[in-house]
């Protein structure tokens, strides 16, 4: 046996405390976000605010959704969100598909710039297709949106989806073409439900990130806002109540589709996916 | 079936910024190629506090979630009762969109918000901190909200490298009757670094161009650049101005997308 060292045993006893500190710091943010939605003003708006909800009320949240402010920015994120989750998938399964079957160079180069296409900062891109879309009366509207959230998503979408056509073996389109299936059919009755699971992930992934979308919806917007935008708002009116309920509403989704996501949730994807 | 992806990509990405960048270049008004934009924004106070604060907020976000996140790594990769917990609370970050996680720490940097109350009541502080009253304190607000949003992500791409060191290493470090810190030091540094590299470049990259966080808990008083050409554009409606900062955010990308590029090709050489 070799003797303990002062750094193992360092580790030994810290390393329980710190994962519970850690632990605290991950719930805590989130914590004071509901504490705040669901706390009287009295509470919340003094030198001194407490650190336990004192004081239960619904007031904030049946003020919100009585008011009228929400249903619209709601809806309208709702759709954007569905819209560019369906173009991105009916754009990016058959192109990933085609790029999965290629020589595994060409693919690697594709692959690799989708990656990279995300990584440009989002202000470069949005000033320009701001100006363009002005000139095209595309502000304001849903179409407009959806073609800017595509932007991001559709690198996004067909990175997930090579990945997933690649798992499926090339033999089992041969052997449908062999057995007297078109192209055609062995597409529809064989790979595509096959990667099902892959495309709902990715489908998922994409409406998150469109869900969340701040900087396109900021410069393409003058009037009617999503969600996002409409928590933004009343931040910068300084609505403290308003803003912790807004933005409860809008994370309640990202969170129950996050842990429902979670065996998907690794390096690889992550780089490109959470971070809205 | 690829064309209708490319032609997207080509017309709404690769399209937009090239336009960006030569707007950044052409006058306003005549639109006949220039570098005044750039004197421009250069000559203004914001531009230069911009520069300073996105490069400072790149360091100290990097640096605090590097070293948290390794931490929490290496305490997963133990076993121990509420590992799996742990595990999933991970999540709960990731779960919470950017702009959210803004919101919230809102609350609690506020001058009457959580922190300053956590501190009061420890005794620690007699007046409540300003702590978005710019300077130093606010980098430090930013950097803290950032580390509390993206340190899961990095701990997953650290907590892959590090399950893929094998075990044996350690145990022939043990036999040579190597200390904790000297394994730490000499084995799992070395090995993990891959691992280090791709996150940091990864996170450089979108800690450049942060967006809404510093506008929600930052606004005015810490523009980088990325709030800065958004202020060009939106409130003094100057589209060349604002193309020419978007522009030198740009290059500064570009260059850690070649460090990236470099470090994926010496990856695949091995």
Redesign the interface.
Known sequence: MRKIDFGEKLSNTLYLPFAFLAMVAMIIPVYILFKVSVSSPQEILTAHPSFLIRSFTFNHWRQILRSGGLWAPLTKSFLVATITTAAAVVIAAPAAYVIARMPSKIKYAIVLSLFLLRMFPEVAIALSISVQFLKWNLIDTNIGLVMAHLILNLPFAAWILVGTFETIPKDLEEAALVDGAGKVMSLLKIIMPLAMPGIAVAAMFVWLNSWNEFTYALYLTMSKRTLPLQTYYYVVRGGWFDAATYATILMIPVLLVTFFLQRYMKGGYLSGAVKG | ??A???L??LG??????I???I?GFQDSVTGIFTLENYREIVGKVEFKSALFNTVAFALMSLTMEMV?AM??A???K?K?R??G??R?????????????????????FNI???LN??L?RLHIINI?VDWAGGGFKTLMMVSFADM?KVT??VI??L??GLESIPGEVYEAA?ID?A???QT?RNVTLPLLKP?IT?ALV?RG??A??V??LM??LAGRTMPVI?TF??DE??TYSN?YS??AA??I??VI?AV??TA??KI?SSGEER
Request: charged content about 5%; proline content about 6%.
């Open positions: 079936m690829i209708p992806l490319l997207y990509i709404f990405t690769l399209y937009p910024i336009n960006t960048v707007m948290a931490g929490i290496l305490v997963l133990r121990f509420g590992r917990l742990l999933s609370l991970l999540l709960v970050p990731m779960g919470v969109p950017t702009l959210v996680s803004g919101v919230a720490m809102t609350y609690i009457h918000g959580y109350e956590m009061w409540p509390w899961p992500m997953l791409i907590l892959a043990g009757g200390t904790a810190w730490f691992s791709m990864l990259i979108d450049f161009r967006f809404e506008l929600v990325s050409a958004y554009y939106n589209a604002s193309a978007s522009t955010l740009v990308i850690f997308i990236y590029l994926v």
